[in-house]
Nanobody
Framework: QVKLVESGGGLVQAGGSLRLSCAASETVLTFNIMGWYRQAPGKQRELVAT???????YLADFVKGRFTISRDNAKKTVSLQMNSLESEDTAVYYC??????????????WGQGTQVTVSS
């Protein structure tokens, strides 16, 4: 069964940086799209960034200029470099991926999440 495992979360001061990574296992196929979502306490889950298998990226407006998404198709990994972190970035970050869709749905593959806490 395909698994997505996130790593790299933690506690950081405002203005600092973190790099999240997500590795897919038990799969030989390449995901068409991979991405990161986040959910802050009391809020709905929201899309942060996505990247297609050919490198086309999408970044939510609230992270543009601060976050960068990248992937390694051979290693089946996707990463999120987060710079200039703000307290509003505090959330559980989820890795997600879809083999065939142009976007990621609830029915696709999701990781368990990794906590990012930004202290002000």
């Amino acid at each position: 069964q395909v698994k997505l495992v996130e790593s790299g979360g933690g506690l950081v001061q405002a203005g600092g940086s973190l790099r999240l990574s997500c590795a897919a296992s038990e799969t030989v196929l390449t995901f068409n799209i991979m991405g990161w979502y986040r959910q802050a306490p009391g809020k709905q889950r929201e899309l942060v960034a996505t990247i297609t298998s050919v490198g086309r990226t999408y970044l939510a407006d609230f992270v543009k200029g601060r976050f960068t998404i990248s992937r390694d198709n051979a290693k089946k990994t996707v990463s999120l470099q987060m710079n200039s972190l703000e307290s509003e970035d505090t959330a559980v970050y989820y890795c997600a991926a879809s083999y065939w869709g142009a976007t990621i749905s609830e029915n696709d593959y999701w990781g368990q999440g990794t906590q990012v806490t930004v202290s002000s």
